[in-house]
């Protein structure tokens, strides 16, 4: 079973940046796609960014131009967040879709919080 390892969450200023990494504990034959998603308290799961097995990445609004996806192989995934705002905060996810056998496979990580104070 593929494990997701997210680092790189903590508390930082308005203005700060983050960056954040994930690692899958085994190699992935297959990818389809790779992302980040966040969550804040009472709201409910959203997608921030994600990056397609051909490397083109889409991006929420919210975070458009502050926020860079990036993975350098078939294990690794990166958020670089800068200018982060208060509403940034919440804890995000990283998220491998794999297709094995044509059969989607979703992981997930377990979650870093991210805090931006104002």
């Known amino acids: 079973q593929v494990q997701l390892v997210e680092s790189g969450g903590g508390l930082v200023q308005a203005g700060g940046s983050l960056r954040l990494s994930c690692a899958a504990s085994?190699?992935?034959?297959?990818?389809?796609?790779m992302g980040w998603y966040r969550q804040a308290p009472g709201k409910q799961r959203e997608l921030v960014a994600g990056?397609?097995?051909?490397?083109?990445a889409t991006y929420a609004d919210s975070v458009k131009g502050r926020f860079t996806i990036s993975r350098d192989n078939a294990k690794n995934v990166s958020l670089q967040m800068n200018s982060l705002k208060v509403e940034d905060t919440g804890v995000y996810y990283c998220?491998?879709?794999?297709?094995?056998?044509?059969?989607?496979?979703?992981?997930w990580g377990q979650g870093t919080q991210v805090t931006v104070s104002s």
């Open positions: 998220h491998i879709l794999e297709l094995r056998n044509l059969r989607p496979l979703d992981y």
């Open positions: 990056i397609s097995s051909g490397g083109s």
């Open positions: 085994e190699y992935i034959f297959r990818i389809d796609s």
